[in-house]
């Protein structure tokens, strides 16, 4: 990769801990700025973030905290619900999994409510959860255990699909609610039918480090496999339709943009000092932006701006990318 062609963060916001993940919530807030939440150490911290391509008064990016929830492990993944809003009765809803293979629900309403319910039932490391986007009633993780779990929040078991490899993302479509993906570490991702409880698609690859369904046209699913991203149309073979190499070591995450169905991020593992961060466009054959973060190991696009961020040591790190 050419030197030049690497970009500093259009926008940096220092933390008080190592962000071990970061998720801005794909849903409306009920305001003009977005809610974006990050998980340290012992902390989940939620804040709102509004940046001048939204509002001119603006300068650079407008963070303001809301909430920290003390956690007692590492948070090692982290999903909003459709639920959480700050217009009318404020909420705060979101979902934890940390290493003692556990699920946190958080609510609260920024007053007097703050509730933290813990969910049991895998057995192994929890890589992957998502909340069903239209209610926000259930919740789906994935596994090292060779399960998905769906979660009823009022407590009943989970329906559980066996995988025949870990799983290592799952993804629900407000578009297709009553389907679900599942990504599974040996290389097949699979569509399962909610109401049948059958798998309905299969899809295949090499061995998948990370999957996602794009938001904005549910007819393409990418992911990353080895040093390469792979990108399928599911309405036309169960093979990927394009494929190209990304990442000189391997790759270790795959996001769609929610604003553009063409564009596309994707991270290198962590090294010992730095991430390497591509912003990938099907229209052109290079990345189209280039960065790195320290130590950076995870990624999430803004709602509606082709806005990225990265989690690093003591920091979140934003990428604007013109379209």
Not at 180 to 185: C, N, Q, T
Not at 277 to 302: D, E
Request: glycine share 6%; net charge negative.
């Amino acid at each position: 990769m050419q030197e030049e062609s690497v970009r500093s963060p259009s926008y940096t916001v220092p933390c008080d801990d190592y962000v071990h993940v970061v998720e801005f919530s794909p849903f409306s807030s009920g305001t003009s700025a977005s809610l974006l939440a990050y998980g340290g150490n012992q902390f989940v911290v939620v804040a709102t973030c509004l940046f001048q391509e939204e509002d001119m008064e603006v300068e650079g990016v407008e963070f303001n905290v809301l909430r920290a929830f003390h956690h007692d492990l590492r948070v090692d993944a982290l999903a909003w619900s459709p639920e959480s809003r700050l217009d009318r009765i404020p909420t705060l809803r979101l979902c934890t999994a940390a290493a003692d293979r556990k699920l946190r629900l958080l609510t609260s309403d920024l007053q007097d409510r703050h509730e933290v319910e813990v969910m049991e039932g895998h057995t192994s490391y929890i890589n992957h959860l998502v909340f069903e986007p239209t209610e926000g009633k259930r919740i789906a993780s994935v596994s090292d255990d060779h399960t998905c779990r769906v979660w009823d929040l009022d407590g009943r078991k989970p329906t559980i699909f066996r995988l025949r490899s870990p799983g290592v993302s799952v993804c629900w479509h407000p578009e297709e609610v009553f389907k679900l993906m599942v990504a599974e570490k040996k290389g097949t991702i699979r569509f399962y039918d909610l109401a049948t409880h059958q798998a309905i698609l299969s899809l295949d690859c090499g061995p998948i480090a990370s999957a996602d369904w794009c938001f904005s046209n549910p007819i393409k699913v990418g992911a990353v496999s080895g040093n390469d991203w792979l990108i399928w149309d599911i309405t036309r073979s169960s093979y990927p339709q394009e494929k190209r190499p990304a990442h000189r070591d391997k790759a270790h995450l795959f996001r769609w943009s929610r604003a553009n169905d063409n564009l596309f991020a994707t991270t290198g593992c962590p090294g010992r000092i730095s991430s390497q961060l591509l912003i990938h466009h099907l229209g052109h054959p290079q990345p189209v932006t280039v960065g790195f973060a320290t130590v950076g190991s995870c990624l999430s696009w803004h709602r509606s701006l082709p806005l990225c961020v990265v989690g690093c040591d003591r920091k979140l790190c934003f990428w604007m990318t013109e379209m």
